[in-house]
């Protein structure tokens, strides 16, 4: 589950964001390229609940207009 509050991860968790960019981010990335990142740093998400998180939380991706 995600909390807005608190961001926690083991050392080295970081990479796991630059990677993601570096694909194209989470709404850009092919679906099986996801599913393999996850993997290695053994995480589960579920890219279809972006959207909604973006939209109850008002966050903005990098680069969106303010």
Do not use: N
Request: charged share 25%; proline share 11%.
């Amino acid at each position: 589950m995600w909390k807005p509050s608190a961001c926690l991860g083991a050392a080295g968790f970081e990479r796991f964001f630059d990677e993601l960019v570096d694909l194209g981010g989470v709404t850009q990335v092919e679906p099986p390229t996801l599913a393999d990142l996850c993997a290695r740093y053994e995480l589960e998400m579920d890219p279809d609940s972006v959207p909604a998180l973006v939209e109850r939380f008002g966050l903005r991706f990098p680069g969106e207009p303010i």
